[in-house]
């Protein structure tokens, strides 16, 4: 008698990775043993964190944010590819996405160290060409250098990478068909062992509670999900959210709620979520929309979640062909 999804086994991995916790949801025949997924998985995130980190002193990222002008260093495959799909969206976008803000994002509290007056002030007042004009990448010999001082953030996308590398290790054991998750980064491979998509909610932006807004079916798809309505600072009488403006240096003055982004990949997905995010709802969708990028954006009026946007097209790489947005 042939065996049925009814036959296969649900396992649920999880580990601690990156400040939060990375999942991976699948099934898979009673004589298969998940542990060795499992250890790979946490191998997997760990070394992305070692090489990512802005709270790892000894981090490869640090490392470079430490050297000097002109100096090259010599960096991982990982993080290289990190580094440079980075670059590609802050080039894109003309700087709205930035991995060139690690100085401001450690200044206003949000890195490994409290917030700072005088560093606040440094990085509002610091001149700012954006990563992307002044990091230099040397694939073919893996290193990089900068042009001018520069402290590099990837909180913007590491997570997502983390993710991708996630659906990497499950596909290297067979596992074909699988959720995987870090945060609010997530990834599907393939269907649940009935043939239907993976169920993803996105979050209702509200902060006091945690509700669905909607409800995602995901098959070899990825979505990323960026908002300010759980971390950020008070200043004065206002709240401002974690994600930097990277022209003044400083928290966003006024942003969506969350941005909600569908990819080929969770690394694309993050870094435009982030994107999104800066742009703002008017000159995020119009950017989108010329790219082909599946976007929601959310606004939070009392208890109720506005949204705008569409999950449309998906397009593995989104920032191919984009012209840089001005102004």
Same mark, same amino acid.
């Not at 609010?184 to 043939?195: V, Y």
């Not at 309505?229 to 003055?253: F, I, K, S």
């Not at 082909?292 to 208890?303: A, E, I, K, P, Q």
């Given at each position: 008698?042939?065996?049925?999804?009814?036959?296969?086994?649900? #396992?649920?991995?999880?580990?601690?990775?990156?400040?939060?916790?990375?999942?991976?949801?699948? #099934?898979?025949?009673?004589?298969?043993?998940?542990?060795?997924?499992?250890?790979?998985?946490?191998?997997?995130?760990?070394?992305?964190?070692?090489?990512?980190?802005?709270?790892?002193?000894?981090?490869?990222?640090?490392?470079?944010?430490?050297?000097?002008?002109?100096?090259?260093?010599?960096?991982?495959?990982?993080?290289?590819?990190?580094?440079?799909?980075?670059?590609?969206?802050?080039?894109?976008?003309? +700087?709205?996405?930035?991995? +060139?803000?690690?100085?401001?994002?450690?200044?206003?509290?949000?890195?490994?160290?409290?917030?700072?007056?005088?560093?606040?002030?440094?990085?509002?007042?610091?001149?700012?060409?954006?990563? #992307?004009?002044?990091?230099?990448?040397?694939?073919?010999?893996?290193?990089?250098?900068?042009?001018?001082?520069?402290?590099?953030?990837?909180?913007?996308?590491?997570?997502?990478?983390?993710?991708?590398?996630?659906?990497?290790?499950?596909?290297?054991?067979?596992?074909?068909?699988?959720?995987?998750?870090?945060?609010?980064?997530?990834?599907?491979?393939?269907?649940?062992?009935?043939?239907?998509?993976?169920?993803?909610?996105?979050?209702?932006?509200?902060?006091?509670?945690?509700?669905?807004?909607?409800?995602?079916?995901?098959?070899?798809?990825?979505?990323?999900?960026?908002?300010?309505?759980?971390?950020?600072?008070?200043?004065?009488?206002?709240?401002?959210? #974690?994600?930097?403006?990277?022209?003044?240096?400083?928290?966003?003055?006024?942003?969506?709620?969350?941005?909600?982004?569908?990819?080929?990949?969770?690394?694309?997905?993050?870094?435009?979520?982030?994107?999104?995010?800066?742009?703002?709802?008017?000159?995020?969708?119009?950017?989108?929309?010329?790219?082909?990028?599946?976007?929601?954006?959310?606004?939070?009026?009392?208890?109720?979640?506005?949204?705008?946007?569409?999950?449309?097209?998906?397009?593995?790489?989104?920032?191919?062909?984009?012209?840089?947005?001005?102004?």
């Amino acid at each position: 008698m042939p065996k049925t999804f009814t036959d296969l086994v649900r #396992h649920t991995l999880s580990g601690p990775t990156m400040g939060t916790r990375w999942s991976a949801l699948f #099934h898979a025949s009673p004589a298969f043993d998940p542990e060795p997924v499992r250890a790979a998985m946490a191998a997997a995130v760990a070394e992305v964190d070692a090489q990512m980190s802005t709270w790892k002193p000894d981090s490869d990222l640090n490392r470079l944010s430490a050297a000097g002008p002109g100096e090259w260093v010599l960096l991982p495959a990982p993080l290289m590819e990190v580094l440079s799909a980075g670059l590609d969206v802050g080039r894109a976008t003309g +700087g709205a996405f930035d991995i +060139g803000m690690g100085d401001a994002v450690t200044a206003w509290g949000f890195g490994a160290d409290q917030a700072d007056e005088d560093r606040i002030r440094a990085a509002r007042a610091k001149p700012r060409r954006p990563a #992307h004009e002044c990091l230099e990448l040397d694939r073919a010999g893996g290193r990089a250098r900068k042009n001018q001082p520069m402290v590099f953030d990837l909180s913007g996308i590491a997570k997502g990478y983390g993710v991708d590398r996630l659906a990497h290790v499950a596909r290297s054991f067979g596992v074909n068909d699988a959720l995987l998750a870090i945060d609010g980064e997530l990834r599907a491979l393939g269907s649940q062992p009935d043939g239907t998509a993976w169920t993803v909610a996105v979050e209702a932006p509200e902060p006091d509670r945690r509700a669905p807004h909607s409800i995602l079916e995901l098959s070899d798809t990825a979505v990323a999900t960026s908002g300010d309505y759980r971390h950020g600072v008070q200043v004065g009488t206002r709240r401002l959210g #974690h994600t930097m403006d990277p022209r003044r240096g400083m928290p966003l003055a006024a942003s969506p709620a969350s941005v909600t982004v569908l990819a080929g990949d969770c690394m694309t997905a993050d870094a435009w979520a982030t994107a999104m995010m800066v742009l703002g709802q008017e000159r995020g969708l119009t950017f989108a929309r010329t790219i082909g990028l599946s976007v929601l954006f959310l606004s939070g009026r009392g208890t109720e979640s506005v949204g705008t946007g569409s999950f449309a097209p998906i397009t593995p790489l989104p920032m191919t062909g984009a012209r840089p947005i001005s102004g």
